[in-house]
């Protein structure tokens, strides 16, 4: 594997990078919604979400990337590869963060709800100002466990046919016929971006769990 | 919106796709065995005196979690003809479920053995069972029934992992399905009715483990 070669797969892992970029951001936006819609104590929203979560986590991250993909094309959207695949990971983590955050959301002990109301805060005051907060310091080392899930997903865009790094990496392996040197680096490159969220999630967790005894 | 569904294709393709879906079920149910072997050994690796061991086993452990299943199905897959291994790719993505599988399974099931605690094994040894018959009985079994939850959620998991299986065209639900679309071109129809079925799969095993789970492993012990 020459220089060129290495730079193709670095090409590749930007690709990667945005691809989870993109997924993560747009996901918790829409993540949040969701999130808020099942704890929203308003049942038809509850049940809705609850299906759509239900949805996301019953089948393959795969097969959602298809649906969306011919799906998209279907309804008359002609998008480019990568907005498509973009499309389908941030509704896929919209549904995984989505629940994450209804778990953490209502990790908050009840009195907390309870205090605010007595204070009269009004619902968005109360979310924002009192239960999110403390949500959000209960959900990170999830949530970071998730984004090491979304990163690694995103080579299944190499199956749909878009050139991130697996997708780089299988093309250079073709060309070069040495798939072990080739996998292995893809494999390398992408343990770096994860491993350290990975840590880092756990430190997290830990302190998380201590805080809490 | 102008097009019109045809699902005739897919109809007539049921029955591949349903001996597909038992083809995902067996791929799954092996995978999960042969994770299970890697868990119950790297576990006992783990927590072994010898230091070149543990750390073999913790970097196996952070390796896996840490790159992407098509990777590594990728690897194993080049890696096992190098290694001298011919087998098909149906077994060989056995195999690599297994080590994806495994790397979880280690880390699950260690949280179940520490979960018993140190009395316990003190308590089994003073009762004069050797170590082999302390590690079954008084570890394997109460730690069984703390992390079979985990564990059960992890298999579903690898049976929607299976999918990404269909990279090296083992014979699954999503090749079978492959095939039918490339023949057919009726993508979306095919794709659609395919995570149904994964939908109906899972929300079965998903059922089936909350029956075993209360029925065997719910306190009072039964």
């Keep these: ?16 990078i945005f691809l989870s970029a993109i997924g993560f951001v747009c996901g918790s936006i829409s993540g949040l919604g969701i999130a808020l819609a099942r704890t929203s104590g308003i049942r038809p929203l509850e049940r809705g979400t609850a299906g759509y979560i239900a949805l996301f986590q019953g089948t393959p991250l795969l097969m959602q990337l298809f649906v969306v993909y011919y799906g998209l094309a279907l309804v008359g959207l002609k998008l480019d590869a990568w907005l498509s695949v973009a499309i389908g990971f941030t509704l896929h983590a ?8 209804r778990g953490s959301i209502e990790a ?10 007595a204070l009269s805060l009004g619902y968005v005051s109360r979310m924002r100002d009192v239960i999110l907060p403390q949500a959000i310091k209960i959900s990170l080392p999830a949530t ?8 690694k997903g995103t080579s299944l865009a190499a199956i749909v046919g878009f050139t991130e790094l697996a997708r780089a990496g299988t093309i250079v392996s073709n060309q070069i016929f040495k798939p072990l040197l080739v996998f292995g680096a893809v494999g390398a490159l992408y343990f770096l971006i994860c491993w350290p969220l990975s840590l880092y999630g756990a430190r997290l967790e830990r302190r998380l769990a201590a805080a809490s005894h | ?37 890697i868990g119950i050994g790297g576990v006992v690796l783990r927590d072994s005196p010898y230091r070149g061991l543990r750390w073999l086993v913790i970097s196996f452990v952070e390796l896996i979690r840490n790159t992407p299943f098509l990777v590594q199905i990728y690897f194993i ?33 260690r949280g179940g053995v520490q979960s018993i605690s140190k009395g316990q094994i003190e308590a089994g040894l003073a009762l004069g069972l050797h170590k082999g018959q302390v590690f079954r009985l008084v570890v394997l079994k109460p730690a069984l029934r703390a992390i079979f939850p985990s564990l059960t959620s992890q298999f579903i998991l690898l049976t929607l992992t299976t999918s990404i299986a269909s990279a090296i065209s083992a014979y699954e639900l999503t090749s079978v399905a492959q095939n039918i679309e490339n023949n057919s071109f009726r993508s979306f129809e095919v794709y659609g009715v395919v995570t149904l079925l994964y939908l109906a799969m899972s929300w079965l095993m998903m059922r089936m483990f909350a029956q075993i789970t209360a029925r065997h492993f719910s306190y009072p012990v039964k």
């Design chain 1, 1 to 16: 594997m020459n220089g060129s070669e290495f730079l193709f797969l670095l090409v590749g892992l930007k690709w990667t």
């Design chain 2, 77 to 109: 897959f080049f890696a096992l003809p190098l290694a001298g291994i011919r087998l098909d790719p149906t077994p060989t993505a056995i195999i690599a479920l297994g080590v994806n599988g495994g790397a979880y399974a280690i880390e699950i099931i």
């Design chain 1, 94 to 101: 919209s549904a995984f963060l989505g629940e994450i955050w």
């Design chain 2, 1 to 37: 919106m102008n097009y019109k569904f045809d699902f005739a294709p897919v109809i007539d393709g049921l029955p591949d796709l349903l001996w597909g879906c038992l083809g995902t079920l067996g791929l799954a149910l092996a995978g999960m065995v042969l994770a299970l072997v």
């Design chain 1, 144 to 151: 970071i466990g998730f984004l090491v899930q979304l990163i």
């Design chain 1, 108 to 117: 908050v002990p009840k009195g907390q709800t309870e205090a605010a109301k």
